[in-house]
């Protein structure tokens, strides 16, 4: 029978491995039985939804212009419009980098921190921006920018939120066996 494991994604497959099932991350595969190579596949899919909501915030984040001398007309415009200093690169690098490695909660907060201090205009005109970089970068000149900025902030919010879902701790037996009842009853 397969263990069952709730996801804990900020902490790293090899050590949620090595944590769990006691298996040395420098472990040859030729040494691995069948039930354990069962056991970290069990393991890892209940790390896949925080790992594919981290990469595809990475994913938004990588189609905005580099934080280069290039881009740096860009990020200024999202600051000034946004009134976000959550957004720009100096203060998302380490959170960014993170993601790289697996552990994209930081960011998404920082994402939810930014997205959530933006008053309805500063949204509006964030997306005009934001909208006008990836017009001219995916060459999309028939849609809107203003549609496609308001579509990719959504999507980054939303994103950001799975991250953070994705995170949350597993409830104890006695809070999941409440709910269990609780639907039981309806």
């Known amino acids: 029978m397969l263990p069952e494991f709730s996801s804990h994604a900020s902490a790293p497959l090899s050590h949620q491995l090595e944590q769990r099932l006691g298996l040395d991350p420098r472990l040859e595969a030729?040494?691995?039985?069948?039930?354990?190579?069962?056991?970290?596949?069990?393991?890892?899919?209940?790390h896949t939804d925080g790992y594919a909501?981290?990469?595809?915030?990475?994913?938004?984040?990588?189609?905005?212009?580099?934080?280069?001398?290039?881009g740096e007309r860009f990020w200024s415009d999202l600051w000034r419009t946004s009134g976000s200093l959550y957004l720009l690169p100096a203060n998302i690098k380490t959170f960014v980098l993170s993601s790289l490695a697996g552990e994209g909660t930081g960011l998404a907060g920082q994402i939810l921190s930014a997205v959530d201090e933006m008053t309805p205009p500063q949204r509006v005109?964030?997306?005009?921006?934001?909208?006008?970089a990836l017009a001219e970068s995916d060459h999309l000149p028939d849609l809107k920018t203003q549609v496609i900025g308001e579509l990719w902030l959504r999507d980054l919010e939303l994103t950001a939120w799975r991250v953070l879902h994705a995170d949350h701790k597993p409830a104890d037996p006695a809070e999941r066996e409440a709910f269990l009842d609780a639907w039981r009853r309806v």
């Open 30 to 46: 030729g040494r691995i039985d069948v039930e354990r190579v069962a056991d970290i596949a069990v393991v890892a899919s209940a």
């Open 53 to 70: 909501a981290t990469a595809h915030l990475l994913g938004l984040l990588a189609a905005l212009p580099a934080p280069t001398e290039a």
């Open 125 to 132: 005109a964030a997306g005009e921006v934001i909208g006008q």
